[in-house]
């Protein structure tokens, strides 16, 4: 089978390079018309590429048909270069019977290559038994339109294009009065025959699953272009020669499955700039004629008007276009309108970490692609939880997620899968589900932070609980219970030694003065005793005083009458600033700024020390004031600022956003009660 093909091709292509070279050579008032035909890329690509596709897939009708109709074409061009220069040389009865040879390839090639070849592209099989009838008829037609110049009566001299006649062996005169009507009618019906065999490659575009719409692309974007030329007429037979030659590249892609070679990319871009030319010319110079007929005599305000309008249509039909190539190629399972509407779905109807699971399988989906890796984190690389669907490979591509402007992770896509969409479409779906990839990220860490807040806020009251019973227990209930004792044995005493019972009574407010001190320090550690004694400010003016670099304080607004939960937060946020300044900071001056509103507490603590290093890591102290802000809803950030000084350094600023609860009766202010 692979020799035979062999042996097609290499007869093809000599005998269509032989003839061509032929028809150049004839003289030229006998040279053929037109001098460049589609059978002559027929018969140079067409057969190489079926002997190819043949090595591969020997059973493939189509290549064999590629080969057959292929050698046909290069029959005709052959036989056509014999004849002309039979007839040149005065041999007429002989170029008559070569034009008759001529006829006959020409009717096999153009009944395989077609007719034939469009309807079986790329599987092998017509798209349904419907189109059976099609086929039937557009062979028929084809072999009645052979037969009907095989026999065609003798031309007028008048109208004959060579210098004589070549005479027909069979011509049939009686025919003569019907064969203008009869030459018409069969090239309308094949015509319409080979805009059909187009039409079924449009069908099974339409109805085929994406990978498949690719592959149905490749020849579907050759026919419909060849057509287009075959169809204009003589005049446009050199295009058409050339797009020819490329038919059988676009099969043998189609057939092999080749998906690497961006043919939904081309298609795209060239459906949306022929219909984007041929809309907005259309406008343009409608516009144009209208302005030109209401505001006559005005042509540079016509002009004007008639370039405003077509702008204004250009987006518009831009995008719509666009959305019809990406059905068209893509069908609406990727969509990026429906990958977003799937996404929010999964979003709204999933809590945070199921969701995760449930977005990644949908991105998954959408993309294409082998594998997709969610990680989630505060820093990107750093992952907190990791969701893992497919295989990304060992080079994934990384796109970071982003939740105004935060950093919550990134999402890792492995290279396409067999359902492949072009470089720009991939683009867009990404662009479409990293947002909600994102927020569904960022609630994860939410959910996660909220988890950790409530565990540590379960440990922390159940350690407090530990301490002060063990407080209570081991030592004020211990020194208690020795109190007692002692208040027993010095009654006792005080009847018998009352000098020994007068003793033991000193001892006695010695304990008791202890004891006060154990109750005194655990009321302490229960909150600060200075917000109880000097308020909010004085216990942070306090805090001020202590030794180190000189402390400014600052206040603005009411701080007074705070909520407990808020002083408390507050001062223990600008009490650990301080310390780490104290520390760390190696500055000159600090303010503290406490800032009230209605709204918010806003504690801010700023030094003009060494700032912060480039490449830090939260501390026990940071970690502790973000919590603290965190339990009230708030937000406690750690920046550089700008240094107060000349002299100084960059400094550090911690600024922590303590929100106040509303005032009751706050949200009724403005309702009627009926």
Not at 13 to 29: D, F, R, Y
Not at 262 to 282: K, P
Not at 644 to 650: E, L, S
């Amino acid at each position: 089978m692979r020799k035979v093909s062999a042996v097609l091709a290499v007869l093809s292509v000599s005998l269509t390079v032989a003839g061509t070279a032929i028809q150049l050579s004839v003289p030229k008032e006998w040279a053929p018309w037109p001098p460049m035909a589609p059978d002559h890329g027929a018969g140079l690509m067409f057969p190489l590429i079926g002997a190819f596709l043949i090595a591969y897939r020997p059973r493939l009708k189509l290549a064999w048909l590629m080969c057959v109709g292929g050698l046909a074409c290069a029959v005709n061009v052959m036989v056509t270069g014999l004849q002309f220069t039979q007839a040149s040389a005065g041999d007429l009865e002989s170029a008559g019977w070569l034009r008759i040879l001529a006829i006959a390839g020409w009717t096999v090639g153009a009944c395989t290559l077609g007719i034939l070849t469009p309807l079986l592209s790329p599987d092998d099989r017509l798209p349904s038994r419907r189109w059976l009838p099609v086929a039937i008829t557009g062979v028929a037609a084809t072999v009645l339109e052979g037969v009907r110049n095989i026999v065609r009566p003798t031309p007028p001299a008048s109208t004959y294009r060579w210098p004589e006649v070549i005479p027909n062996p069979l011509a049939i005169e009686a025919l003569a009065p019907y064969h203008a009507t009869l030459t018409r009618s069969l090239t309308l019906l094949i015509n319409a025959c080979v805009v059909l065999a187009v039409i079924s490659l449009l069908v099974r575009l339409r109805h085929a699953p994406s990978t498949a719409r690719r592959q149905i692309a490749w020849p579907l974007s050759a026919f419909v272009i060849y057509t287009l030329f075959v169809l204009l007429g003589e005049a446009y037979w050199l295009p058409a020669t050339i797009w020819t030659g490329l038919i059988p590249v676009t099969i043998a892609f189609a057939v092999l499955q080749y998906r690497l070679y961006g043919i939904d990319t081309v298609i795209s871009r060239t459906v949306i700039a022929t219909g984007l030319i041929a809309a907005v010319g259309g406008v343009y110079f409608g516009t144009g004629a209208l302005a030109a007929l209401l505001v006559s005599g005005y042509d540079q305000v016509a002009g004007l008007a008639a370039a405003l309008v077509a702008g204004a249509f250009f987006q518009p039909l831009r995008t719509r276009l666009r959305g019809l190539t990406d059905v068209m190629l893509y069908g609406k399972h990727g969509q990026p309108e429906e990958l977003a509407r799937r996404l929010a779905r999964e979003v709204g109807e999933t809590e945070p970490v199921n969701a995760l699971a449930a977005v990644t399988a949908v991105v998954h989906d959408g993309l294409g692609v082998t594998g997709v890796v969610v990680e989630v984190g505060t820093e990107a690389g750093t992952a907190g939880m990791r969701v893992e669907l497919g295989t990304t490979g060992p080079d994934p591509r990384a796109v970071p997620l982003v939740w105004h402007g935060e950093p919550v992770g990134r999402m890792l896509i492995g290279p396409p899968g067999p359902r492949r969409f072009s470089a720009a479409y991939t683009e867009r779906l990404i662009s479409a589900a990293t947002l909600y990839v994102a927020d569904v990220a960022h609630a994860v860490l939410m959910t996660a932070d909220l988890q950790r807040s409530r565990e540590r806020i379960l440990n922390a009251r159940e350690e407090e609980r530990r301490r002060l019973r063990r407080d209570l227990h081991d030592g004020l209930g211990q020194a208690l219970t020795n109190m007692s004792m002692s208040l027993t044995m010095a009654q006792l005493r005080l009847r018998e030694v009352p000098s020994s019972a007068d003793r033991m009574l000193r001892d006695l407010c010695g304990s008791m003065d202890s004891v006060s001190q154990e109750v005194r320090e655990l009321v302490y550690g229960l909150r600060p005793p200075s917000l109880d004694d000097l308020g909010l400010l004085g216990a942070v003016r306090a805090l001020a005083e202590e030794p180190g670099p000189p402390v400014q304080v600052e206040v603005e607004g009411e701080t007074r009458d705070l909520p407990a939960a808020v002083e408390v937060a507050a001062y223990r946020i600008a009490q650990e600033a301080l310390t780490n300044v104290r520390k760390h900071a190696d500055a000159t001056r600090t303010t503290v700024t406490l800032a009230c509103s209605e709204h918010a507490l806003v504690v801010r603590v700023r030094d003009d020390g060494k700032g912060l290093p480039g490449h830090r890591r939260s501390g026990v102290g940071f970690a502790s004031m973000r919590e603290r802000a965190a339990e009230l809803g708030g937000t406690c950030r750690i920046t550089q600022a700008p240094a107060a000084g000349t002299d100084a350094g960059p400094g550090t600023q911690v600024e922590a956003t303590l929100p106040l609860p509303r005032p009751s009766g706050a949200g009724d202010a403005g309702v009627k009660h009926r």
